[in-house]
């Protein structure tokens, strides 16, 4: 099976191409959770935060899949979705700019930054935030949901509620030395305040216009960058009038632009990579499985 690995800022993902080939019912390439788990594991697969599927769209120029180190299916990337409009330009199946991606987030607009032939940067109109609590979903009074109070491994934590398709609790933090990332976001990601899980993002202020940001992934755990994630802190700073509507978020892999525009719609700048390309071998598909997928677990 052939594959891509592609990042963006350092979060990085395994491509698998089914846009003119779909697998065959039954056939394992076609499980696509099991094949996240296999493929995404850093010791017996390729290693990624996550595997992208590129199949063909019946309502935009192609549909993103994407699938968690654990096998979950989010929503939405925003990583993933510039990694994914570069490829399909490169690859000829969109010879288009702007193009537009179906995702289970809905169809998104996707401008390319091109020198010649060459993709240097994708901006995506990542559409308007989610405020009402029962569609980010969280289990709280009030909309918008800005300062509210959960407690979580002992400590209480302001926090405030944002989907951009996919669910956000974002804290504001002074600083990282006194903040325990590695307990504190599982069981934030779990909290029973959020039904469906939720990426949990700590987030300093470092001015009106720039922001740096730790993230935890819901079903991938700590990565170095999160798109939806920069958007979603980018809309709570602005809500707890902290930053201007156009700000700098600066993440583990590198450095975002996103712009909560007079249109409600929230905008997003960056990389997208190349890593190397491969064939992925049957027979360590099948150690991988008998291995354990310690990442997922």
Known sequence: MEFVKMHGLGNDFVFIDHFNRQPAEGRSEGNYPELARQICHRQFGVGGDGLVVVLPSQAADARMRIFNLDGSEPEMCGNGIRCFARYIYDKGYVRKNPLRVETLAGILTLQLTLEGEKVTGVRVDMGEPILKSGLIPVLAQGEPIIGAKLEAEGQEFAYTAVSMGNPHCII????????????????????????????????????????????????????????????????????????????????PGGDLLIEWGDDNHVYMTGPAAYVFKGILLQDKMNSTKKAGHRNGE
């Open 172 to 251: 504001f933090v002074e600083d990282y030395n006194t903040l325990d990332f590695e307990r504190l976001g599982p069981a934030i990601e779990k909290h029973p305040l959020f039904p469906r899980k939720t990426n949990v993002e700590f987030i300093r202020v470092d001015s009106r216009k720039e922001l740096t940001m730790k993230v935890w992934e819901r079903g991938a755990g700590p990565t170095l960058a999160c798109g939806t994630g920069a958007c979603a802190s980018t809309v709570a700073a602005v809500l707890n009038g902290k930053t201007e509507r156009k700000v700098t978020v600066h993440l």
